[in-house]
């Protein structure tokens, strides 16, 4: 196993970074991010199992806060860097497919 | 064996509800969570996603969770918060913040009302999004000229609740729903409402023959009703059969209920299997149950609809009975009564023919139990007893007060039997029939007796009489 | 100009801030156009300055930072005023909303005078990744000033304002601060809220404080520590008194210098630099002895990692529908996908890109999981490192400030990060102090790691080397 990636997986992880490469783009990019992928060869061969993860170096669970409503902020000050407003709502070109 | 389908095809269901928690503020900030205000006055910089906003949990939405976990038997789990990762306009930061690996309700079950027990295999608590509409183009997505987005919603706290797929029928998804709706209400999770939103019901659907394993399942969204969802699974299976009859084959995919229609649509959006890139939320810290506070939990819970329904099987119930008292919300009284002697066959037919279940509640048990005794001791008769407990419920007055005041009294036998000798005087060539037999004949005397009794006497006991004169 | 002499001199009414704003203002209007450390100046800040005066007049208190400007790194979110990220998708958006530390700083009566420059969203390490062109270093304007903090780096070191903030991921304060001969120091994580910072890498930000003096570093660390209710990953622990008793020496205090920053990556002027500091610190009554820490080798590969998964998912909010540039398309995916594309540099996309892939189906165990797995060897092993040292010491950078538009070798790039990581993955806080120049005349920074919640400690020995120099 070496850490590595294709220009294939670049096209998609473009997709899913809603990021648009051209050609160039997508040889460049690929290039550079094969080259950070062996660099890491070290990581790649380091035996780290069968420690846990780290997610936050912060030790600590269960903070929360109360169910008590804070007054938001006006809506126009919240709005005012829209590029594109419409009846107090966001306007964006048709948003295909259902979250 | 399905009555939709045809040969011996069977119909595979696993439903999944989402549902709104009854917070007053969004899951991870303070912004009010309120249905049906002006758009976008309730949000910030953490839930309109601008840069810089950070997430901090609400203990209540917590709370409700655990607790609503725990009404459907689920063990409480240390968990942790995961995002899901994908780009959509109603989504303020492109990905939701939801559980992933580690949720905080795993393996539970619910009784439906005829006692089958559905599986739970998980409630985890996760972020709802804002809400998009399209505008132009008929509302359809596909021929829209623009979407406005609202994130009032955005943030609001929700409970997943994924049901094994252990349903089988239509009938049984709807039961399930029911029975769910009910749970959720009994413990204040939600007000749970199909119509509003406030519960959301997507229901995977597939087909096979017995004794083979899973068929491809296609997930059904936009079922806003009951009716709909039966409408929906019905249709679905029925399209899959004939796909799958006719040679062809299916994939799982999501597809779109028209309630117009009547049909399931593909739906149309980005291509094959999503790449959510779930991950634990570094900005969150995760969250670690004590059995304390789950014992606290289980003390405090409400008794569930399931309970409910034994206890009025224990009373003496049928299971359809017991299912119709709960569901009314009688049970209480039912059983209640018939602890304190009533007869039960006469409280279940009183408490399902002739008290609104608004009623029950203005209807002390004393008064109830004090009814049905003059009913089954014949001092009242079905018809006065069924009179007497609705002015019960409309004054509030007792029973015997009532009685009396409407001339209810029991007739004295000696009474009653000197009225019975004169209505056979008054007909000794009906007498002779009846005597002989004839038993419709009867309907003179009694008619006699109604009549001077003015409509008070007891059928019953004339008849008794009657018989009893004529060495019958 | 000493920011602790400053506040006094404000506070006690001998000087005006009004007077301290005009001054800074004059400086930044004759040095900037060279230097380029500013993106951004508060219109507002003769009337701020006016309030602290006439509060002093009429014998309010007005805060251990009274009247004293500070630059703030243009990543750091301020209501009224633009925040850039110095990227073209936030180019001209003003904030509806104050970072909590900008609160924190006008609390403390301090001026907010303007934002400074940095590599686009904390990504680089010369801020020569900006919209607004680079930065210069103050000490030679042919070096970079470092990054990402490299504006504010330059505001202090050119001395246009005694004090700033700049935000740390994998050093970009530090490093900037080594490269201007500053100190600057990340805070332990949790310390310093995170509200209002735009997230880079989420277990790994912090912002913290950059001036020419250990004491107003100090300073200006406890104006804005503090736990916040509005941060998840803020620590609810008291904040010390950070500016009390620096000089109070190192003697006894057991001092590590870590074996696997000595190696022959880092610049030999600065290991000899390093070296020195550590005679010092011993002359001084500490306790200094070599200590092997192998894990912190893996630091920079984890690094890469973690934060490029993170930043992927933290960048994605920027997509033109609430905020920032909107670039039309058909759908709303092609809005966004357009809007991003002419949003984000090349640096920029090079990370999400990376970092979608680290997160990614299929890659997900091997890459950033396997990543979060050497975190917690890499903790561990530090964890063991401080219970026999009260201090880490090692240098802060592998180089000095190199050549403004340089091509670096690759590999060179990759570690450079090599010595201010390991603080970022275990959370430790890190303070750079200078001790020294090379033969061109740059400055040489030496780091400082002291354990959880210790940066006092820290604080003081960064002191001690601070004072040999004087």
């Known amino acids: 196993m070496s850490y590595s990636i294709s220009r294939e997986d670049v096209a998609k992880m473009a997709k899913l970074a809603e990021l648009r490469l051209d050609d160039q783009e997508l040889e460049s990019f690929t290039a550079q991010l094969v080259q950070t992928l062996e660099f890491a060869e070290d990581l790649d061969q380091a035996i780290v199992d069968p420690l846990p993860i780290t997610i936050l170096p912060l030790e600590g669970v269960n903070v929360m806060r109360p169910d008590v409503v804070v007054q938001p902020l006006p809506r126009e000050a919240l709005m005012a860097a829209a590029a594109n407003v419409e009846e107090n709502q966001f306007r964006v070109p048709p948003a295909l497919g259902e979250s | 064996m399905s009555d939709i389908l045809p040969g011996d095809w069977e119909m595979v269901i696993g439903l999944e509800a989402h549902v709104e928690l009854a917070t007053k503020t969004k899951?991870?900030?303070?912004?009010?969570?309120?249905?049906?205000?002006?758009?976008?006055?309730?949000?910030?910089?953490?839930?309109?996603?601008?840069?810089?906003?950070?997430?901090?949990?609400?203990?209540?939405?917590?709370?409700?969770?655990?607790?609503?976990?725990?009404?459907?038997?689920?063990?409480v789990n240390p968990?942790?918060?995961?995002?899901?990762?994908?780009?959509?306009?109603?989504?303020?930061?492109?990905?939701?913040?939801?559980?992933?690996?580690?949720?905080?309700?795993?393996?539970?079950?619910?009784?439906?009302?005829?006692g089958r027990h559905v599986g739970i295999e998980r409630a985890h608590i996760e972020e709802d999004t804002g809400k998009t509409t399209h505008v132009g183009g008929g509302g359809r997505i596909h021929e829209a000229e623009y979407s406005l987005v609202d994130y009032n919603r955005c943030g609001v706290p929700l409970v997943e609740i994924v049901g094994k797929p252990d349903l089988r029928s239509a009938e049984e998804a709807r039961q399930y729903v029911v029975e769910l709706r009910s749970i959720i209400l009994a413990v204040g999770a939600s007000d749970a409402k199909m119509e509003e939103g406030s519960m959301r019901v997507d229901a995977n659907v597939s087909v096979r023959k017995p004794g083979e394993g899973f068929g491809v399942r296609c997930e059904i969204k936009n079922l806003n009703s009951l009716r709909s969802l039966v409408r929906a699974i019905n249709y679905e299976a029925r399209r899959q059969v004939d796909v799958l009859e006719s040679g062809g084959s299916l994939f799982q995919?999501?597809?779109?209920?028209?309630?117009?229609?009547?049909?399931?649509?593909?739906?149309?959006?980005?291509?094959?299997?999503?790449?959510?890139?779930?991950?634990?939320?570094?900005?969150?810290?995760?969250?670690?149950?004590?059995?304390?506070?789950?014992?606290?939990?289980?003390?405090?819970?409400?008794?569930?609809?399931?309970?409910?329904?034994?206890?009025?099987?224990?009373?003496?119930?049928?299971?359809?009975?017991?299912?119709?008292?709960?569901?009314?919300?009688?049970?209480?009284?039912?059983?209640?009564?018939?602890?304190?002697?009533?007869?039960?066959?006469?409280?279940?037919?009183?408490?399902?023919?002739?008290?609104?279940?608004?009623?029950?509640?203005?209807?002390?048990?004393?008064?109830?139990v004090e009814l049905i005794n003059l009913e089954t001791s014949g001092q009242l008769t079905a018809t006065q007893a069924k009179a007497v407990l609705a002015e019960m419920i409309a004054s509030g007055n007792n029973p015997a007060a009532i009685a009396k005041a409407r001339g209810f009294e029991a007739m004295e036998s000696d009474e009653l039997e000197a009225l019975v000798d004169e209505a056979i005087a008054s007909d000794e060539a009906a007498w002779e029939k009846f005597k002989g037999g004839d038993a419709k004949v009867a309907g003179v005397f009694v008619g006699y007796l109604m009549k001077a009794t003015k409509g008070q006497a007891d059928g019953k006991a004339v008849n008794a009489l009657l018989r009893q004169k004529a060495g019958l | 100009m000493d920011a602790t002499k400053l506040a006094a001199s404000v506070r006690s009414g001998e000087k005006s801030a009004a007077e301290v704003a005009e001054e800074a203002l004059a400086r930044i209007e004759a040095q900037d156009s060279t230097i380029n450390a500013f993106t951004a100046?508060?219109?507002?800040?003769?009337?701020?300055?006016?309030?602290?005066?006439?509060?002093?007049?009429?014998?309010?208190?007005?805060?251990?930072?009274?009247?004293?400007p500070v630059a703030v790194k243009d990543n750091i979110v301020t209501k009224g005023l633009t925040?850039?990220?110095?990227?073209?998708?936030l180019e001209g958006w003003i904030p509806p909303y104050d970072a909590t530390v900008i609160t924190a700083l006008v609390n403390a009566g301090a001026l907010v005078i303007g934002k400074t420059n940095l590599d686009e969203y904390g990504m680089g390490s010369s801020t020569e990744n900006s919209i607004f062109g680079p930065t210069k270093n103050p000490l030679d304007p042919t070096k970079v000033a470092g990054g990402s903090s490299g504006g504010s780096a330059a505001a202090v070191a050119s001395g246009m304002v005694p004090l700033a903030l700049g935000s740390d991921t994998g050093g970009s304060t530090r490093q900037p601060a080594a490269f201007c001969g500053l100190v600057g120091v990340k805070p332990t994580y949790g310390r310093v809220s995170r509200y209002g910072l735009v997230a880079l890498a989420s277990s790994l930000d912090q912002i913290g404080p950059m001036a020419a003096t250990v004491a107003d570093a100090a300073l200006l660390l406890e104006a804005i520590s503090g736990h916040d209710p509005l941060d998840t990953t803020s620590y609810n622990t008291p904040v010390p008194a950070f500016s009390d008793n620096l000089d109070e020496g190192v003697d006894g205090l057991r001092i590590g210098l870590v074996s696997e920053l000595m190696g022959q990556e880092i610049d030999s002027e600065i290991v000899e630099r390093t070296q020195a500091a550590a005679q010092a610190l011993r002359e001084a009554g500490a306790q200094v002895e070599e200590v092997s820490i192998p894990s912190w080798s893996l630091g920079v590969s984890v690094y890469q990692f973690l934060m490029s998964g993170e930043a992927s998912s933290n960048l994605a909010r920027l997509d033109g529908v609430r905020y920032g540039l909107q670039v039309s398309g058909a759908t709303s995916a092609e809005m966004m996908a357009a809007s991003r594309s002419a949003g984000f540099g090349n640096e920029v996309k090079r990370r999400l890109l990376l970092g979608t892939y680290v997160l990614s189906a299929g890659h997900y165990e091997d890459y950033y999981e396997k990543a979060q797995r050497?975190?917690?060897?890499?903790?561990?092993?530090?964890?063991?490192?401080?219970?026999?040292?009260?201090?880490?010491?090692?240098?802060?950078?592998?180089?000095?400030?190199?050549?403004?538009?340089?091509?670096?070798?690759?590999?060179?790039?990759?570690?450079?990060?090599?010595?201010?990581?390991?603080?970022?993955?275990?959370?430790?806080?890190?303070v750079t102090v200078p001790f020294g120049r090379n033969r061109e005349g740059l400055p040489i920074g030496v780091q400082l790691i002291g354990n959880s919640y210790q940066e006092h400690t820290m604080l003081v020995a960064a002191r001690t080397l601070e004072a040999t120099n004087e």
Not at chain 2, 286 to 308: G, K, Q, Y
Not at chain 3, 376 to 389: C, K, M, S, Y
């Open chain 2, 27 to 75: 899951l991870f900030c303070g912004c009010p969570n309120s249905f049906g205000d002006e758009p976008n006055t309730n949000v910030c910089p953490g839930c309109l996603g601008l840069p810089g906003g950070l997430p901090v949990v609400n203990e209540a939405a917590v709370q409700h969770a655990m607790r609503l976990g725990r009404a459907l038997h689920c063990q």
């Open chain 2, 79 to 114: 968990s942790v918060f995961a995002r899901k990762n994908y780009f959509y306009p109603d989504m303020s930061s492109n990905y939701q913040t939801s559980q992933f690996d580690k949720p905080t309700n795993t393996e539970g079950w619910l009784e439906l009302a005829d």
């Open chain 2, 253 to 368: 995919e999501t597809r779109h209920w028209d309630e117009e229609e009547g049909r399931t649509n593909s739906m149309r959006s980005k291509e094959s299997a999503a790449d959510y890139r779930y991950f634990p939320d570094p900005d969150l810290l995760p969250l670690a149950p004590d059995d304390d506070e789950i014992a606290a939990i289980d003390e405090a819970m409400p008794a569930l609809p399931a309970e409910r329904r034994e206890a009025v099987r224990n009373a003496g119930a049928s299971s359809e009975v017991a299912a119709l008292m709960t569901e009314k919300g009688v049970d209480t009284l039912a059983v209640a009564a018939i602890d304190q002697g009533a007869q039960p066959e006469r409280v279940f037919t009183h408490l399902e023919h002739n008290v609104p279940a608004e009623a029950a509640e203005k209807l002390s048990v004393a008064d109830f």
């Open chain 3, 41 to 68: 100046l508060n219109g507002e800040l003769a009337e701020q300055a006016q309030a602290i005066d006439a509060a002093v007049a009429a014998g309010e208190s007005v805060g251990p930072l009274a009247g004293v």
């Open chain 3, 83 to 89: 925040t850039t990220a110095a990227s073209r998708m």
């Open chain 3, 374 to 430: 050497a975190r917690t060897l890499i903790i561990n092993e530090t964890v063991d490192a401080f219970g026999h040292f009260d201090l880490l010491l090692s240098p802060t950078t592998t180089s000095v400030a190199f050549r403004l538009g340089e091509d670096r070798d690759p590999k060179e790039r990759y570690i450079s990060d090599m010595c201010s990581v390991p603080a970022n993955l275990t959370g430790a806080p890190a």
